[in-house]
């Protein structure tokens, strides 16, 4: 049996979401931007719970397409708000669809991936911790981040959601040393 990360243990969604995706480099701006909304989501919440979601999520936001959420009105955030699969927050739907928008911008001069990987110079950072008290909830570059999204009108982007979001593309790898996927490259 593979020695995992202590919070991906005990579901298989977890253990799929730490196998496969979690701290993985990923470049993408439409798999970016999807991340991005769901660290959103779940400020409050368990993973787990955005995780058990996450099909509902996509159904909801047109697979995270950049240009169709950008593009939503009052009639598509009436539909959010009574779809019972997904969160139904009004602010949080309200910042994804204005995240979109954000993002359009910042694509007007670069992709979102090099506008996101210039803060760690394009390259991960790998961690060391060894127990799973030791990882952060938000850091420095983390707050830096945070800090420039909301520059650029970004909201739910606090600095532990941050944080969060570079684990989750793998700007961070934090996978814990006695891990199966710390050793990885």
Known sequence: MQKRCDWAKHHP???????NEWGIPTHDDQQLFEMLSLEGMQAGLSWLTILKKRENYRQAFNHFDIQKVA????????????NSGIIRNKLKIHSIISNANCILKIQDNQSFSDYLWAFVDHQ?????????????AKSALSEKMSKDLKK???RFVGPVICYSFMQSIGMIDDHLTGCFKYNED
């Open 13 to 19: 969604l977890l253990i799929g979401y730490h196998d």
């Open 71 to 82: 593009h939503y009105d009052t009639n598509d955030i009436q539909r959010l708000l009574s």
């Open 124 to 136: 991960p950072i790998k961690n060391h911790f060894e127990k799973i008290d030791d990882v952060p």
């Open 152 to 154: 650029q009108g970004f």
